[in-house]
């Protein structure tokens, strides 16, 4: 039988990802980001990038659908 080999794209987002988690994905994510071995690179990588060093887009309110 002949082979069919295709190189497929998809881009998922951050917000997609969290949106198809059941409750039960969520908290073994949140687990996981918040043990020892992620909270180390979490700091590791804000250490090194400086994240949002002008603030001014940077705002408290959620965003809209």
Do not use: G, W, Y
Request: net charge negative.
């Amino acid at each position: 039988m002949p082979k069919i080999n295709r190189v497929l794209e998809l881009e998922i987002t951050p917000e997609r990802f969290l949106e198809a988690c059941s409750v039960t994905e969520l908290i073994e994510l949140q687990l996981l980001l918040d043990s020892p071995r992620f909270q180390s690179k979490i700091n590791i990588e804000k250490h090194q990038l400086k994240l949002f060093p002008n603030s001014d887009h940077v705002t408290n309110q959620a965003p809209t659908n």
